[in-house]
Structures are given as structure tokens and as C-alpha cells.
């Protein structure tokens, strides 16, 4: 034992091939692994559909189903973009409020689907018309991570609590069937 004294290793050249050779084949590894990994979801490669849920006292609910299209992997996590708008194209007040849930990367092979539910009041709100003033008909759906956004036909009535929709993190499925 050489307790207290240094000692010096020289590093042979059979070493190096070795260390190198271990290196090469975790770079060559990391490359081939992200290669292979599902691209990202985006308004090219999913379908939107808007599917109501039961409701009651001055509570709405309902699911955004966002569905792969394609013929190949793609991945997803987050919380969708919405935006109401009226039969005219124009904006109706529209507040999004994420519910803090726990977001989780989703994989979703072609045909697969991920889900965000909604939650809105149909009771107005201190000063609130006691009708939505613009009724909205369309839901624009961005989803994570993207800039471009996609239709679906708005048919559940006036979003009131100025345009309050309290939105989920994206979960794998098409959601409660209720």
C-alpha cells in the first residue's frame, strides 16, 4: 500500500484505443437514439374535435381531442392554446387559466389521441351582461409548443366569467365519456 505517496500511471496507447473506442460508441449511440425519436406534434400532423360532457349548475365541461393524422410517431406535452371567436371571425373574450397539473411527455402513434378538458361558467359574472354579448362559434386549438393553430366548430353556448376556461395539462386518450 501507498498510503500518502503519489504515484503516477502512464496511460498506454492499447488505453487510449479502448477510451476512445468507449467514447465513439456512446456519441454514435446518443446520435442514432435521437435520430429515432417521434418529431414533434404540430398543426400538420393532428386533427382537432371539440366533445361535450355533462354539465350542470352553471358548470360546462368538455374535451379538446387532439388525434394524430399521420403515418408516424410524433410526441406532445403541455397545455393547448384557445381562442374563441364568433361567426364572423371576430375574437370573443377569452381568458385560458392552466390548472397546474403535472405535464407528461406523450407519444402518440398514428390514430392515437391526447385530451385537455375544459371547465366554464354559463353564469355571469359581477357587471357581466346577463348574456354573453358575442356568441362564439369557433375554437381556434394551438397546441404546445406550436405558433400555427387549428378549427373546431364551438356548439356548447356563451363562455361567461369574461371568457374564464380553465384548461388541463394534455393527458393520452379521448377523455371522459360522461
Do not use: C
Not at 465513439?24 to 425519436?37: E, F, K
Not at 360532457?53 to 399521420?70: F, P, W
Request: net charge positive.
Amino acid at each position: 500500500m501507498n498510503f500518502g505517496k503519489r504515484t503516477h500511471h502512464l496511460v498506454t496507447p492499447a488505453v487510449l484505443s479502448v477510451l476512445s473506442a468507449v467514447a465513439l460508441i456512446g456519441v454514435t449511440a446518443g446520435t442514432s437514439q435521437a435520430a429515432t425519436r417521434p418529431g414533434w406534434a404540430d398543426t400538420s400532423s393532428l386533427t382537432v374535435r371539440v366533445h361535450a360532457l355533462d354539465s350542470g349548475a352553471g358548470q360546462r365541461y368538455a374535451t379538446v381531442i387532439l388525434t394524430n393524422k399521420t403515418h408516424k410517431t410524433v410526441r406532445t406535452q403541455g397545455y393547448v392554446g384557445l381562442r374563441l371567436l364568433n361567426s364572423h371571425g371576430k375574437e370573443v373574450p377569452t381568458r385560458v387559466v392552466r390548472d397546474h397539473g403535472r405535464t407528461a411527455l406523450i407519444t402518440l402513434k398514428p390514430g392515437q389521441s391526447a385530451y385537455t378538458r375544459l371547465h366554464w361558467g354559463d353564469v355571469p359574472a359581477a357587471g357581466e351582461p346577463t348574456k354573453a354579448e358575442k356568441n362564439p362559434t369557433r375554437l381556434e386549438v394551438t397546441p404546445p409548443d406550436s405558433y400555427k393553430h387549428l378549427n373546431a366548430a364551438w356548439k356548447l353556448g356563451e363562455v361567461l366569467q369574461k371568457g374564464r376556461v380553465d384548461v388541463t395539462p394534455l393527458a393520452k386518450g379521448t377523455g371522459p365519456k360522461f
